[in-house]
């Protein structure tokens, strides 16, 4: 008896929202499509976000940056060996620039900070549609509501003397639902948004710091090439 009365339950709220969407016209379509591709996109950056390591603390990147200030560095590289954490990542790509022959100091800088640069891009992928729906998500609102309104007012004019109260009300409400969907599609995204950045703005931070103490220790061997083999 309660599955019965839960499942006409959800068919009249699955109703109601139909009706919402009706009543609001083109505007609450497209809010509707952008608030799925919002939670589209929110869960795949958490997803995404979990691959980088963005909430592991970076553990095993500190452990093998300190192994490799007190001097051991075969540690230290055995340890960021295979993995594939942003911090992890760019902590090996600076040691691995520092054992290059090849590259003076300089070179070895730039080196470090294109891989940076390009983990950091990484990292970023997906903020800037997100942002663009937490933009645009509450103009479409305005846009809905203004027709709505244009609409509810030409149909007064035509009335003319005979116009009834009630309808211009009711006109005029339906025509704000579409800037109430479209603040509550934007105002999630937009909170996600921040919270993606802050993330990515400590990972960019935990980089640096990784790299420069990495580059603030000469090597023990004075050079020598590590990866050269593996490169040939």
Known sequence: MNFNGSTILGTEQLGKLYEFILLGGPAIWAISALSVAALALILWKIWRLAILGAWTG??????????????????????LENRRTCRAVLARAAMAA??????????????????????????????????????????????????????????????????????????????????AAGMAVAIPAAAALTWFESIVDRLRL????????????PTVNGGEPRFRAAAE
Request: aromatic share 4%; charged share 25%; hydrophobic share 45%.
């Open 206 to 217: 935990q980089m640096e710091d990784a790299a420069t103490r990495i580059f603030l220790r």
């Open 58 to 79: 970076g553990t095993r990147a500190k452990r093998a940056v300190a192994l490799w200030s007190d001097g051991d560095e075969e540690a230290a590289l055995d340890l």
């Open 98 to 179: 520092r054992h290059d022959m090849t590259l003076d100091e300089d070179s070895a800088r730039e080196e470090t900070g294109r891989v940076a640069r390009n983990l950091i891009a990484g990292a970023r992928s997906g903020l800037r549609p997100l942002e663009l729906i937490a933009t645009i998500a509450p103009l479409l609102g305005l846009l809905g509501t203004v027709m709505g309104m244009i609409a509810a007012f030409q149909a007064l004019q035509e009335a003319g003397s005979s116009a009834d109260p009630a309808t211009l009300a009711g006109g005029i409400w339906e025509a704000l639902l579409t800037t």
